[in-house]
């Protein structure tokens, strides 16, 4: 019903925020909890790689997204600075 209230760019920053931060639940699961041991070579069982590489993937796509937040909270429109000053008395 109507304009959608944020715009496509917030909306794809927080679809991208909320997807790095269930690969970085689900994989630190595996992580702390590590599946049983395969049999055979290494380099034909390396799951546990794979799963290490995610996590650590969507840990640096988390802190790439904060960091360009902040940088947009100071260069960006009125909307954007409201991440440091809570309209409390207006």
């Known amino acids: 019903s109507g304009k959608p209230k944020h715009s496509?760019?917030?909306?794809i920053w927080h679809w991208i925020n909320?997807?790095?931060?269930?690969?970085?639940?689900i994989t630190g699961?595996?992580?702390g909890?590590?599946?049983?041991?395969?049999?055979?070579?290494?380099?034909?069982?390396?799951?546990?790689?794979y799963i290490r590489f995610a996590h650590f993937a969507a840990g640096y796509l988390?802190?790439?997204?904060?960091?360009?937040r902040l940088y947009w909270a100071v260069v960006g429109n009125h909307h954007a600075r409201e991440l440091f000053?809570?309209?409390v008395f207006q």
């Open 29 to 31: 699961y595996f992580i």
């Open 8 to 11: 496509l760019s917030t909306r």
């Open 18 to 25: 909320a997807l790095a931060i269930s690969v970085l639940a």
């Open 85 to 87: 000053w809570v309209p």
């Open 62 to 68: 988390l802190a790439v997204g904060l960091l360009g």
């Open 33 to 49: 909890s590590p599946l049983p041991t395969m049999p055979g070579e290494a380099s034909a069982n390396y799951l546990m790689g």
